[in-house]
């Protein structure tokens, strides 16, 4: 390489590199270590080149970075696709491109891909702050690219940052127009984003027993906005149910009969009849509730609800126990309506016998409990009291609630029942469905989450991972399916209050996670804080990500009966046009001001124009008095009157009395009038 | 001494006086009357004289003219190529009486220095006056002395065409704030000096008509003259057009536009205005911008006058 580098400015490099290491940042907690090794190698690598003490890549050299690193990816993530494989190239591509920039062109080529690894960021996270930050990046990148275009002169990075700063805030008119108008068409190509973000509290199989310690997140699971007019239901209502789990093997409880393909599940209201659950009663219409849901994603394809619930948001399905489900995994934050009405009769009329069977199913395991279901079932008159004893069992022996129970093995119910005694809800859900289906009620645990934290600055649940809960629902002859939590039996505080009251002595909630603002709600002003930041997250969520193509359209039929592509089209060009118009009309007056012309010129201008019909041109450099003197002799008649102007003409432009001239100006309006050419 | 002290009957008075100086002079050197107002607005600007042009011109009378009349001491130094710099400057002499060296300062040391011919000596006696010329003092023997105040130096130089000549370096030309011509007086000029008396007659019958202090007076009043906001806008164009023109080889300094508006200040004050007009710049661009501007393969600088032409031809007053 014979050929001279090509050097990137001074301010360009050092805001590239500042641009680089910020827009990497992000990535550095989902990267690979050795990703993030490289790069800050590169960058070192770039300034030693800057300072001439280390050479540029060499043909070589650069030959085994694209390749290795190419393969270094495959060998890490097993693939070359997919968000976090590509990312983690694209970033590796950066840095390379970087060190072996040669030419102006490179340069420009490098601050590309930096806004390209910005924009990457928002694939894995869209929250505020990240926004915020990558705002900030961005106004970086920028620099960098200003620092390109400056001359190698310009050494000082803080104005190329405040350029920077004001073409990112000249463009956020433009921005706003983008993002309110540009049609929202469904991506062309899904990422699968989520393989490795699930974070649910809520598993698919529970198992009583082999958790010695419920690990909690305080991590929020979803947030439910009531319809204006819909009334919040009070704590004891607040069963969201998620998964139904019928099948135990003696162990852990599954999903045993699985509701959830296609083909069972009723994708539209009016769907399959079969598989609508017959309803029966009348609810009062005090116990509808109307509220949207915005869960965070879970990479699963349940969705929560009250007890019957129905959706009308697209992709929603019913299933045949009465969850809701979306036709495809939540890997994005997701938004759904839903109408929930508490007070139907499920199931009233008999249950279909292939779901009566898988209600019943039992391993032949926990002969005590056998026993003590028989014994209480004998005493009891009727299914409805058969329940009540056993609930009042659990309520009167001295069961405890605890987050840390003792381990469990062989005849698990029978021994939580009979010897340990102390649980979550898990193992009363189970040991409570055991004791049903041990006299042949049909029952089954219904995992989800219980109670949320009422925001008052906007209105809405906070429901929470530590939330999760489970519970059972019994099917009771003429009642069809009735919800019962003997958790509540044992520890009221945790349906009433909620995980933190119940566990107040133990001093377990969120032992875990010590920095949790959530621990601290005893004090007024962190949760105060907590629920105001929770709110703006929550405005950000419902403006900012919750504006898809249903609210764009909404919005615009505001102001316009038909809101199609043409109208959206239209609008948007014909925005940007008046926008841009505006812009350089801006622009214009600005330049303007500069130079306005002065109304003294413009006298002299006249003046000539007048005296040119004359013949009489000035010359080049010829002063104005000059002029007008030059003219004064050869129009004699006008010569007294030429004189004095041209005499005016030099006080107002030359004399000190600069704040008399409005009167010398107008003398000489006045003379310049009188003047008969 | 402030200017707002003075009295308006006083300030009056000096500008009378100064005509009446000027007049004094023109009775000497005749038909010069634009190069003699030239010369006193070099003097009001509080810059160097040089003067060039052909021997016999009356150079050195105008020179002497101006020296009578204002009444300064005066002191001549007639260049040569073997002068040397302490036939300028001065040196140390052994006084063998009292067994130590004493200064004996030479001709620089006067409040008007008349360079004859300053061209006709090498750099290196030309340079003995640079100091003196920027700075006001001269260094001898590494000691620092002050020169008289006020310190003028009209210097005459013969063309650089001719033999025998030194071109003075750009640095020093710079320190001129004026360069003028005389040339050929026009045939009435002529004809009243060869009528006349001996002209060296009566240059000695010269008055003093404006001492120091009025010349001090006028010098301030110069400086406080109103240079208005479209002005200085002409002199900037003025000094952009010389540096960016491809005829230039180099444009004016900022020393030039800086002598550019003392001597427009100047002649504005002798034109009798407090305020300075284009015309007053017009009159004396030649003379602040000729030894200034260089054109391309102008060794002998005679260029300067034909880019300035163009300068004046080029540039609008207004833009």
């Known amino acids: 390489m014979n050929e001279p580098d090509y050097q990137i400015p001074r301010n360009g490099l050092a805001w590239l590199l500042a641009a680089m290491f910020g827009a990497l940042l992000p990535h550095m907690l989902?990267?690979?270590?050795?990703?993030?090794?490289?790069?800050?190698?590169?960058?070192?690598?770039?300034?030693?080149?800057?300072?001439?003490?280390?050479?540029?890549?060499?043909?070589?050299?650069?030959?085994?970075?694209?390749?290795?690193?190419?393969?270094?990816?495959?060998?890490?993530?097993?693939?070359?696709?997919?968000?976090?494989?590509?990312?983690?190239?694209?970033?590796?591509?950066?840095?390379?491109?970087?060190?072996?920039?040669?030419?102006?062109?490179?340069?420009?080529?490098?601050?590309?891909?930096?806004?390209?690894?910005?924009?990457?960021?928002?694939?894995?996270?869209?929250?505020?702050?990240?926004?915020?930050?990558?705002?900030?990046?961005?106004?970086?990148?920028?620099?960098?690219?200003?620092?390109?275009?400056?001359?190698?002169?310009?050494?000082?990075?803080?104005?190329?940052?405040?350029?920077?700063?004001?073409?990112?805030?000249?463009?956020?008119?433009?921005?706003?127009?983008?993002?309110?108008?540009?049609?929202?068409?469904?991506?062309?190509?899904?990422?699968?984003?989520?393989?490795?973000?699930?974070?649910?509290?809520?598993?698919?199989?529970?198992?009583?027993?082999?958790?010695?310690?419920?690990?909690?997140?305080?991590?929020?699971?979803?947030?439910?906005?009531?319809?204006?007019?819909?009334?919040?239901?009070?704590?004891?209502?607040?069963?969201?149910?998620?998964?139904?789990?019928?099948?135990?093997?003696?162990?852990?409880?599954?999903?045993?009969?699985?509701?959830?393909?296609?083909?069972?599940?009723?994708?539209?209201?009016?769907?399959?009849?079969?598989?609508?659950?017959?309803?029966?009663?009348?609810?009062?219409?005090?116990?509808?509730?109307?509220?949207?849901?915005?869960?965070?994603?879970?990479?699963?394809?349940?969705?929560?609800?009250?007890?019957?619930?129905?959706?009308?948001?697209?992709?929603?399905?019913?299933?045949?126990?009465?969850?809701?489900?979306?036709?495809?995994?939540?890997?994005?934050?997701?938004?759904?309506?839903?109408?929930?009405?508490?007070?139907?009769?499920?199931?009233?009329?008999?249950?279909?016998?292939?779901?009566?069977?898988?209600?019943?199913?039992?391993?032949?395991?926990?002969?005590?409990?056998?026993?003590?279901?028989?014994?209480?079932?004998?005493?009891?008159?009727?299914?409805?009291?058969?329940?009540?004893?056993?609930?009042?069992?659990?309520?009167?022996?001295?069961?405890?609630?605890?987050?840390?129970?003792?381990?469990?093995?062989?005849?698990r119910v029978d021994q939580f029942l009979f010897e340990s005694r102390r649980g979550f809800c898990s193992h009363y859900a189970g040991a409570f469905v055991f004791l049903m289906r041990a006299v042949g009620l049909p029952a089954r645990i219904v995992a989800g989450y219980q109670g949320g934290e009422l925001n008052p600055l906007g209105g809405y649940l906070l429901v929470h991972q530590f939330d999760a809960h489970a519970w059972v629902e019994v099917w009771l002859p003429q009642q069809g399916w009735v919800r019962f939590d003997p958790t509540a039996w044992v520890s009221p505080e945790r349906v009433e209050q909620g995980l933190e009251q119940a566990m107040a002595q133990e001093g377990s909630f969120l032992e875990d996670s010590p920095l949790s603002p959530l621990r601290y709600r005893g004090s007024a002003w962190i949760t105060q804080l907590r629920l105001s930041w929770d709110y703006l997250n929550y405005g950000w969520y419902r403006v900012m990500l919750g504006y898809d193509a249903k609210a764009q359209r909404e919005l615009l039929s505001r102001l316009f009966d038909r809101v199609d592509l043409k109208l959206l089209a239209t609008l948007l060009l014909s925005t940007i046009a008046a926008l841009l118009l505006g812009l350089s009309w801006w622009i214009f007056r600005q330049s303007g001001l500069r130079s306005r012309p002065d109304p003294l010129l413009k006298l002299y201008r006249k003046l000539c124009r007048r005296l040119a019909r004359k013949g009489l041109q000035p010359e080049v450099g010829e002063a104005p008095a000059s002029f007008v003197r030059r003219a004064a002799e050869s129009l004699p008649d006008q010569a007294v009157a030429l004189q004095r102007i041209a005499r005016q003409f030099e006080l107002c432009l030359y004399a000190p009395s600069a704040n008399e001239r409005d009167p010398q100006l107008q003398r000489l309006r006045v003379q310049l009038r009188r003047l008969a050419l | 001494m402030s200017l707002e002290k003075l009295e308006p009957q006083s300030v009056a008075d000096d500008q009378q006086l100064l005509h009446q100086a000027l007049a004094e002079i023109e009775t000497v050197v005749l038909g010069k009357s634009r190069q003699i107002r030239l010369a006193m607005a070099c003097l009001i600007g509080q810059g160097h004289l040089l003067i060039e042009d052909l021997p016999g011109m009356g150079k050195t009378t105008l020179a002497q003219a101006l020296a009578r009349v204002l009444g300064f001491e005066f002191n001549r130094i007639q260049f040569t190529s073997d002068l040397l710099p302490a036939d300028v400057v001065g040196a140390s002499i052994f006084n063998a009486k009292e067994h130590q060296f004493e200064f004996q300062p030479g001709p620089v040391f006067t409040q008007l220095l008349l360079a004859d011919e300053i061209n006709r000596a090498t750099p290196k006696a030309q340079s003995a006056l640079l100091e003196a010329m920027e700075e006001r003092q001269v260094t001898v023997d590494g000691q620092s002395r002050e020169l008289p105040e006020p310190f003028f130096v009209i210097a005459t130089q013969n063309p650089q065409h001719q033999l025998g000549t030194f071109a003075l370096p750009e640095s020093q030309l710079d320190r001129f704030l004026m360069r003028i011509e005389l040339g050929y007086p026009d045939r009435t000029a002529e004809r009243a000096l060869l009528s006349g008396r001996n002209p060296r007659r009566r240059l000695e019958q010269l008055r003093c008509c404006l001492p120091l202090p009025r010349l001090q007076r006028l010098q301030q009043q110069a400086e406080s003259l109103h240079l208005s906001d479209p002005l200085l806008d002409y002199i900037q164009r003025l000094v952009e057009f010389s540096r960016c023109s491809d005829d230039c080889d180099y444009g004016l300094s900022p020393r030039g536009a800086l002598a550019l508006v003392q001597a427009a200040k100047?002649?504005?004050?002798?034109?009798?205005?407090?305020?300075?007009?284009?015309?007053?710049?017009?009159?004396?661009?030649?003379?602040?911008?000729?030894?200034?501007?260089?054109?391309?393969?102008?060794?002998?600088?005679?260029?300067?006058?034909?880019?300035?032409?163009?300068?004046?031809d080029s540039v609008e007053v207004l833009e």
């Open chain 1, 30 to 411: 989902r990267l690979p270590v050795w990703v993030t090794l490289i790069c800050l190698l590169c960058g070192v690598w770039k300034l030693m080149v800057y300072r001439g003490r280390w050479h540029g890549p060499n043909r070589p050299i650069r030959a085994l970075l694209v390749f290795g690193g190419g393969a270094a990816v495959f060998a890490h993530y097993g693939t070359l696709a997919g968000p976090d494989a590509g990312s983690a190239l694209l970033i590796l591509g950066f840095c390379f491109k970087l060190i072996e920039s040669r030419t102006r062109r490179d340069a420009f080529i490098v601050v590309i891909l930096g806004y390209f690894v910005v924009a990457v960021s928002f694939f894995f996270d869209q929250s505020i702050l990240l926004t915020l930050y990558l705002a900030l990046v961005c106004v970086m990148v920028t620099a960098a690219l200003l620092g390109l275009n400056q001359s190698v002169l310009h050494t000082r990075p803080r104005r190329t940052l405040r350029i920077s700063l004001r073409i990112m805030g000249y463009s956020l008119p433009m921005m706003l127009v983008l993002f309110v108008l540009v049609p929202r068409i469904g991506p062309i190509w899904s990422l699968d984003l989520g393989q490795n973000r699930a974070k649910t509290g809520l598993s698919e199989t529970i198992s009583a027993g082999d958790i010695a310690q419920l690990s909690q997140s305080s991590e929020l699971a979803f947030r439910v906005e009531f319809d204006p007019g819909s009334k919040v239901p009070p704590a004891s209502e607040r069963y969201w149910r998620a998964l139904v789990l019928d099948n135990y093997d003696g162990h852990r409880w599954t999903r045993g009969l699985d509701l959830d393909q296609r083909e069972q599940v009723d994708w539209q209201n009016n769907g399959n009849r079969w598989l609508t659950p017959p309803l029966s009663g009348s609810p009062t219409p005090l116990s509808r509730y109307d509220y949207q849901v915005m869960m965070e994603p879970t990479d699963q394809p349940w969705l929560f609800g009250l007890a019957w619930a129905r959706s009308d948001t697209r992709g929603v399905g019913a299933t045949r126990d009465f969850r809701l489900l979306l036709d495809k995994p939540v890997a994005r934050p997701f938004r759904y309506r839903v109408s929930s009405t508490i007070g139907y009769t499920l199931d009233a009329a008999g249950l279909p016998a292939w779901l009566h069977r898988a209600n019943l199913q039992l391993p032949d395991t926990d002969p005590l409990t056998r026993d003590l279901a028989q014994r209480l079932r004998r005493d009891s008159s009727s299914a409805a009291d058969y329940v009540h004893r056993v609930l009042r069992y659990f309520n009167q022996q001295d069961f405890s609630y605890t987050l840390r129970p003792p381990l469990l093995s062989g005849d």
């Open chain 2, 266 to 312: 100047a002649w504005a004050l002798i034109e009798q205005r407090d305020y300075v007009v284009p015309e007053d710049v017009q009159a004396v661009l030649p003379s602040v911008a000729e030894h200034r501007l260089r054109g391309d393969y102008d060794c002998t600088g005679h260029k300067g006058v034909s880019l300035t032409r163009l300068l004046l």
